[in-house]
């Protein structure tokens, strides 16, 4: 027999009202990242049973494919395969224990498509969207709010999970919400993509940015070009020689993963500049005919395509034909960034070209070229962006800016009428150093995770209408100093961070909320496997940090833990702390010059930087 509940009523009496989140008294606030729009919670929760199934009320297959990822994860939880079942009321009940997923293939919008509801009654988990985008963002959701957080392997069978009773109603802030990572300088499998695209789906981004194509590696499979990955995806010699390419059979797996989790894969093949790569494997594209070398350093390189060939041209639309047919993506990246004009300027076929079109500066001539690439693209339905130079010389008609010298680029190109795309270097840049550290590579810069919380991705100068046009924000993971075993330390935990900068209502961020709900997170990340970054202990001397400092008689040290959680260990003989080594308590007490050394330590055995600091005695 089917046991019948009522439709549940979640009665929202006696709640206290937080910015965004109404609570019952004795009932926590879940610990959601990104933070949703409105949020109400009760001092109950639903307890998943044996007998529980995930109910949809469509046959729409992309609503069951979603049904079928929220059972995969909740047999994770509890050991449990949760049936999948379809089932259509005139009353709108269901039996009690269910998680049910309505809604499903009705509106399209842009913003309509990704909101979602989700009621959670001691009987119901009832997750309800127009579209089932919007049912897989609130099944993040569900990830999230499951308890306890899983934290190794899966789960033994039965084990018990429950959802705290919560009524959610949420939908993102900004409909572009994406994470750049550069496959060129440091080449990722296709398991590490997989795997980022998970985790930027956990944290409802839908864009990821995939640059591929650089100075030191070429790395997408391009059929009438073979020599692009045969010779531009390896640099280096003998026991020094790297590098990797992705096939088109895998990135057409990598495409239907990022598809079967709502995550658009925005392709980055790199002109005019950023190409020697290319250029090593097709020398007769470069003004001066070369030969080069897949680039072995850093850096910004003066060979670039040669904009007078025609070649060029032809050749471009040969290889974006095939990433048009590789990528469903209405948007094709194409670079534009940091391209010297010196060949330019010293090329006879360039300068012919600057005559005949009657361009008065090679910005002009840059201009060209980005313009008939869009041409290109748009005769192929897609849509071009390029980074804010592509604004200097005069902007392609249709081209979406992505702004990363700042925000100037954001304002010229909205206040012009261009969709915008915003991650400036202040911000967004993942690769730059989380803190000020010796071990951390400071040379690009350094933002810390409060500089990305306060990230504003609509520069306030802007009139409404063209705000309208700043379509959201990516965080940009490059990766010189950053192989595949770095990036998680680089993008965490900052990018729980920007996903709430690019979710959540503006009125509902909060630092100190923030914060404490990314303690709770870390767990949820743990389980995830992730390597994020843990700060370094450091010393307080007289309440002020310090890094050194000249005494006399004797110093009392404190050590002070940023990140509020784990063990600090100290030595005091200039070697590298571990966990035998001194277990911080108190002040320590100095009586002699002494260089302490400090590192946090966490339960599952992860550890910060080691923090070092010298104490001069003087007397
Ligand atoms: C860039 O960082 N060169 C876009
Ligand atoms: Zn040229």
Same mark, same amino acid.
């Given at each position: 027999?089917?046991?019948?509940?009522?439709?549940?009523?979640?009665?929202?009496?006696?709640?206290?009202?937080?910015?965004?989140?109404?609570?019952? *008294?004795?009932?926590?606030? *879940?610990?959601?990242?990104?933070?949703?729009?409105?949020?109400?919670?009760?001092?109950?929760?639903?307890?998943?049973?044996? /007998?529980?199934?995930?109910?949809?009320?469509?046959?729409?297959?992309?609503?069951?494919?979603?049904?079928?990822?929220?059972?995969?994860?909740?047999?994770?939880?509890?050991?449990?395969?949760?049936?999948?079942?379809?089932?259509?009321?005139?009353?709108?009940?269901?039996?009690?224990?269910?998680?049910?997923?309505?809604?499903?293939?009705?509106?399209?919008?842009?913003? #309509?498509?990704?909101?979602?509801?989700?009621?959670?009654?001691?009987?119901?988990?009832?997750?309800?969207?127009?579209?089932?985008?919007?049912?897989?963002?609130?099944?993040?959701?569900?990830?999230?709010?499951?308890?306890?957080?899983?934290?190794?392997? *899966?789960?033994?069978?039965?084990?018990?999970?429950?959802?705290?009773?919560?009524?959610?109603?949420?939908?993102?802030?900004?409909?572009?919400?994406?994470?750049?990572?550069?496959?060129?300088?440091?080449?990722?499998?296709?398991?590490?993509?997989?795997?980022?695209?998970?985790?930027?789906?956990?944290?409802?981004?839908?864009?990821?940015?995939?640059?591929?194509?650089?100075?030191?590696?070429?790395?997408?499979?391009?059929?009438?070009?073979?020599?692009?990955?045969?010779?531009?995806?390896?640099?280096?010699?003998?026991?020094?020689?790297?590098?990797?390419?992705?096939?088109?059979?895998?990135?057409?797996?990598?495409?239907?993963?990022?598809?079967?989790?709502?995550?658009?894969?925005?392709?980055?093949?790199?002109?005019?500049?950023?190409?020697?790569?290319?250029?090593?494997?097709?020398?007769?594209?470069?003004?001066? #005919?070369?030969?080069?070398?897949?680039?072995?350093?850093? #850096?910004?390189?003066?060979?670039?395509?040669?904009?007078?060939?025609?070649?060029?041209?032809?050749?471009?639309?040969?290889?974006?034909?095939?990433?048009?047919?590789?990528?469903?993506?209405?948007? =094709?990246?194409?670079?534009?960034?940091?391209?010297?004009?010196?060949?330019?300027?010293?090329?006879?076929?360039?300068?012919?070209?600057?005559?005949?079109?009657?361009?008065?500066?090679?910005?002009?001539?840059?201009?060209?070229?980005?313009?008939?690439?869009?041409?290109?693209?748009?005769?192929?339905?897609?849509?071009?962006?390029?980074?804010?130079?592509?604004?200097?010389?005069?902007?392609?008609?249709?081209?979406? =800016?992505?702004?990363?010298?700042?925000?100037?680029?954001?304002?010229?190109?909205?206040?012009?009428?261009?969709?915008?795309?915003?991650?400036?270097?202040?911000?967004?840049?993942?690769?730059?150093?989380?803190?000020?550290?010796?071990?951390?590579?400071?040379?690009?810069?350094?933002?810390?995770?409060?500089?990305?919380?306060?990230?504003?991705?609509?520069?306030?100068?802007?009139?409404?209408?063209?705000?309208?046009?700043?379509?959201?924000?990516?965080?940009?993971?490059?990766?010189?100093?950053?192989?595949?075993?770095?990036?998680?330390?680089?993008?965490?935990?900052?990018?729980?961070?920007?996903?709430?900068?690019?979710?959540?209502?503006?009125?509902?961020?909060?630092?100190?909320?923030?914060?404490?709900?990314?303690?709770?997170?870390?767990?949820?990340?743990?389980?995830? #496997?992730?390597?994020?970054?843990?700060?370094?202990?450091?010393?307080?001397?007289?309440?002020?940090?310090?890094?050194?400092?000249?005494?006399?008689?004797?110093?009392?040290?404190?050590?002070?833990?940023?990140?509020?959680?784990?063990?600090?260990?100290?030595?005091?003989?200039?070697?590298?702390?571990?966990?035998?080594?001194?277990?911080?308590?108190?002040? =320590?007490?100095?009586?002699?010059? /002494?260089?302490?050394?400090?590192?946090?330590?966490?339960?599952?055995?992860?550890?910060?930087?080691?923090?070092?600091?010298?104490?001069?005695?003087?007397?």
């Amino acid at each position: 027999m089917v046991m019948r509940t009522v439709r549940p009523v979640v009665l929202l009496a006696c709640l206290v009202q937080t910015s965004m989140a109404a609570a019952e *008294p004795g009932a926590a606030v *879940p610990a959601l990242i990104p933070r949703p729009a409105q949020m109400s919670v009760q001092a109950v929760c639903f307890e998943l049973k044996p /007998t529980s199934e995930v109910i949809v009320g469509t046959a729409d297959a992309e609503v069951r494919a979603v049904a079928g990822y929220l059972a995969d994860h909740l047999r994770t939880l509890t050991g449990n395969a949760l049936p999948v079942t379809e089932r259509a009321t005139s009353d709108g009940l269901f039996p009690a224990g269910s998680l049910v997923l309505l809604g499903g293939p009705g509106d399209r919008q842009a913003a #309509g498509e990704e909101a979602y509801t989700l009621r959670i009654t001691p009987t119901e988990v009832r997750l309800e969207a127009a579209h089932a985008r919007g049912l897989f963002l609130g099944v993040q959701t569900l990830r999230q709010l499951a308890q306890p957080v899983l934290t190794t392997g *899966p789960a033994p069978a039965g084990a018990a999970c429950t959802f705290p009773c919560v009524e959610i109603s949420d939908v993102p802030r900004y409909r572009w919400r994406g994470m750049l990572l550069d496959c060129g300088r440091h080449f990722m499998s296709k398991e590490f993509i997989k795997r980022y695209i998970d985790l930027l789906a956990y944290h409802k981004l839908n864009v990821l940015h995939w640059h591929l194509t650089e100075d030191q590696g070429w790395r997408v499979q391009i059929k009438k070009y073979p020599k692009l990955t045969e010779v531009g995806a390896w640099r280096g010699q003998g026991e020094q020689r790297y590098g990797g390419f992705y096939t088109q059979d895998d990135v057409r797996e990598i495409v239907a993963y990022a598809r079967s989790r709502y995550v658009t894969i925005v392709p980055e093949i790199e002109m005019p500049g950023h190409c020697q790569a290319a250029l090593a494997a097709y020398p007769e594209l470069s003004c001066t #005919g070369g030969p080069f070398e897949v680039s072995t350093q850093w #850096g910004v390189r003066e060979d670039v395509y040669c904009a007078g060939n025609e070649r060029t041209f032809e050749f471009l639309e040969d290889v974006l034909s095939e990433v048009i047919a590789l990528f469903p993506s209405e948007y =094709v990246h194409i670079g534009g960034d940091e391209c010297p004009k010196a060949r330019w300027q010293a090329c006879p076929k360039c300068q012919a070209r600057m005559r005949a079109e009657g361009l008065r500066d090679e910005n002009e001539l840059q201009s060209y070229f980005v313009r008939r690439i869009e041409r290109f693209l748009n005769s192929h339905g897609r849509r071009l962006i390029g980074w804010d130079e592509i604004l200097e010389g005069g902007v392609a008609p249709d081209a979406t =800016v992505q702004s990363w010298r700042g925000l100037k680029g954001a304002v010229a190109a909205a206040g012009a009428n261009h969709d915008v795309i915003c991650s400036p270097t202040t911000h967004c840049y993942l690769d730059y150093a989380q803190a000020k550290h010796p071990e951390e590579p400071t040379q690009m810069g350094y933002v810390p995770l409060e500089t990305v919380y306060s990230f504003e991705p609509t520069p306030p100068e802007l009139s409404a209408e063209a705000a309208r046009h700043i379509l959201g924000a990516e965080g940009n993971m490059w990766t010189e100093h950053a192989p595949e075993a770095r990036v998680d330390w680089q993008v965490f935990p900052r990018l729980c961070a920007l996903a709430e900068v690019m979710w959540s209502p503006r009125e509902a961020r909060d630092w100190g909320d923030f914060q404490a709900r990314l303690r709770v997170h870390y767990a949820r990340l743990d389980a995830l #496997g992730v390597n994020y970054y843990v700060p370094a202990p450091r010393f307080v001397r007289d309440g002020q940090v310090v890094t050194q400092g000249v005494f006399s008689g004797a110093l009392a040290v404190s050590l002070d833990n940023p990140f509020g959680a784990g063990e600090l260990f100290y030595t005091v003989d200039g070697s590298e702390p571990t966990a035998a080594s001194l277990r911080y308590q108190a002040p =320590v007490e100095l009586k002699e010059t /002494t260089v302490l050394k400090a590192r946090t330590l966490l339960p599952n055995g992860r550890t910060s930087c080691s923090a070092e600091a010298r104490f001069e005695r003087s007397d």
